[in-house]
């Protein structure tokens, strides 16, 4: 993510807790990656080759930066990038020992890898760069740095000396570590059925079986095994929001929200226009959504549409079943890049032949999907849960638009400060949902023949017009909990089912209504990154954007795709939208052509 200073030239010599576990793991084993064999493509020119990943070696850097002499533009420019690459290497160390306890949250080398990173290190980095903050904020030569160039980096330093507070550190740290106790309960949750321990992401497949039994068994089983740490689950959010609102306080901010909207450099929204979203989305997608569930529960023949008819086929037709193995599913991945284009086939290529992929899904993984970036190799790493479901399919090339994302930053040679670490996941996800979407066109006959790729595009449809809805729901919900902090659990769970019944489809929950009441306990992101999900929404308007242009003229769109994600985060929301070629905004027009071009994909995709 970032570029150079003076001092010294690659072989890396920290020690790591191991290394990265690929695709293909079996249950209880380490299949351990050789991180020391990856590429090293860009030099260091400032950060010293033997530096140790230790506060002895780390503070060395950190002295340095803070004691130098910056008599005009182009030291303070230098300086910037020298500290850029020491940033650099710090987010890749940090990223090492995430990825490995996320990978395996049962794994205790792993863990405490990362926890001694979280309450050792991370709180002395966070005050050390905040003197370096300090120091750039009152350099009389900040206004002169070349605008193209320093414009938004000036803006975002500013913000982050706005908002920091040294008594907030021991807060983020106590955050973070609920944060890895939310992990460790979520990857713990496994159940028995039909003989085989399965985690509940493995279980999710039995939700498309036709048989209604066997849906509603499956369903029962992963909705019980999650409801048995409920109360856990609700005591430690309840432990997380009296944190974040200490922390906007400590800050001189009313509330968390206000906090949170300033640190995550939101410059081209406010809150007020997240409301507005909400209201867009009740009223232009929630209709839809509830013709969708109108049209499946008669399809099905069913009086009460219930919480496990919602994933199998309508038309009782089985399981779109794309891959067998997750060698299956790299191997169909590649094709469908490959038709898409062939840069971007490249770089999937290289991700696969340096196996930086992990996959499968297993007792003690941590939930979810991400990439992440190793900063200083400039090279992204995917984690999934597969399960031998069509959404797999969709979640790795989800993830792979933000590994092109990672690559074209690095083709432009982006200075750090303007990639990974700094880009607005607002445009982030534009390119990976963008890729998600378009990539349903190369689906005929690599996973699917031609009436299962359609099958499955509508259900990408289908399931868009739900994300939308469920995004609205999450945001809306988390606005309610940090503007009334002090709020009890009885209350939380009051505002969740007023906030829900806004925006849920028409399935019954009678008889598992708890079940319904702490659903929002398995969206981890208002437990591990509150306030990001809005972004999904508004990076959605654009992918959507992306996909009918792709539609029209595929060259064009895959050109401006690829010319604005080379873009990183060198530029404000509006102009990486424009650089697309779509609208920026999220308002009710935006919402409105996102309802016309679902509907017209139900309409093209249906039967």
């Not at 990943?53 to 008599?71: A, H, M, N, Q, T």
């Not at 800050?251 to 867009?280: I, Q």
């Not at 959605?540 to 769109?557: C, F, I, K, S």
């Amino acid at each position: 993510m970032n570029p150079p200073s003076a001092l010294g030239a690659s072989p890396r010599a920290d020690p790591l807790p191991r290394g990265i576990v690929i695709s293909g793991a079996k249950p209880g084993e380490d299949v351990v990656f050789d991180y020391g064999k990856l590429p090293k493509e860009f030099r260091r020119e400032y950060v010293p080759d033997g530096i140790r990943f230790d506060w002895g070696d780390i503070s060395k850097v950190y002295d340095e930066l803070s004691s130098r002499e910056i008599p005009g533009p182009a030291e303070l420019e230098k300086w910037i990038l020298d500290g850029s690459e020491f940033d650099a290497y710090l987010y890749e160390q940090r990223t090492i020992r995430y990825i490995n306890s996320t990978r395996q949250t049962d794994n205790p080398e792993f863990t405490k890898a990362y926890e001694d990173y979280v309450e050792g290190l991370e709180p002395k980095i966070k005050v050390a760069s905040f003197e370096l903050l300090k120091k750039y904020a009152s350099s009389r030569f900040r206004g002169e740095l070349p605008p193209s160039t320093f414009a938004l980096e000036d803006r975002r330093r500013d913000a982050a000396v706005r908002t920091f507070k040294v008594e907030n550190v021991e807060l983020e740290r106590q955050d973070s570590t609920l944060a890895q106790r939310y992990q460790r309960t979520m990857g713990a949750m496994t159940v028995q059925y039909r003989g085989e321990e399965r985690t509940l992401q493995q279980m999710a497949k039995f939700l498309e079986e036709t048989d209604r039994g066997v849906r509603e068994e499956a369903w029962r089983l992963a909705s019980g095994r999650a409801l048995r740490d409920r109360a856990a689950l609700d005591d430690l959010y309840g432990q997380m929001v009296k944190l974040r609102d200490g922390e906007a306080k400590n800050a001189g901010y009313g509330n968390y929200e206000d906090y949170a909207f300033v640190r995550k450099n939101r410059f081209d929204y406010s809150p007020g226009d997240c409301v507005r979203f909400h209201e867009a989305v009740e009223e232009q997608i929630v209709p839809l959504s509830r013709e969708i569930d109108r049209s499946r529960r008669e399809k099905m023949k069913l009086d009460v549409l219930r919480p496990w008819d919602l994933s199998v086929d309508p038309g009782g037709r089985p399981p779109l079943s794309p891959f067998t193995d997750v060698d299956g599913l790299v191997r169909g991945a590649r094709r469908v890049v490959a038709g898409v284009d062939g840069e971007l086939s490249g770089y999937f290529e290289k991700m696969t032949g340096l196996e930086l992929l992990d996959l499968d899904s297993r007792k003690g993984k941590a939930p979810g999907g991400y990439q992440d970036e190793l900063a200083e190799l400039r090279l992204p790493f995917i984690f999934m849960n597969a399960a031998k479901r069509d959404g797999d399919v969709r979640t790795l090339l989800h993830e792979a638009g933000h590994s092109f994302h990672t690559f074209l930053m690095r083709k432009s040679r982006l200075p750090f400060f303007n990639a990974g670490a700094s880009l607005p996941l607002e445009f982030a996800e534009v390119a990976s949902m963008s890729m998600e979407i378009i990539s349903g066109v190369h689906y005929d006959g690599v996973f699917y023949d031609a009436d299962c790729a359609r099958r499955s595009n509508w259900e990408e449809a289908a399931a868009n017009v739900k994300l939308l809805a469920w995004i609205a729901t999450i945001d809306a919900f988390q606005h309610w909990v940090y503007n009334h902090p002090d709020h009890s659990a009885e209350e939380r769970a009051r505002a969740w089912l007023a906030t829900l019944d806004r925006f849920c489809g028409l399935e019954s929950y009678e008889g598992v209504e708890p079940s319904r009441a702490y659903r929002w306990q398995r969206q981890l992101h208002l437990y591990e990154a509150p306030f990001y999900y809005i972004e999904y929404g508004i990076a959605l308007t654009g992918a959507l954007g992306v996909w009918a242009r792709y539609a029209d003229d595929r060259e064009d769109a895959i050109d401006a795709y690829k010319g604005a994600l080379s873009l990183g985060a060198s530029r404000p929301l509006p102009e990486l939208f424009g650089a697309a070629g779509v609208e920026w905004g999220f308002g009710s027009s935006a919402i409105g052509k996102c309802a016309a071009v679902l509907r017209r994909a139900l309409k093209e995709y249906g039967d």
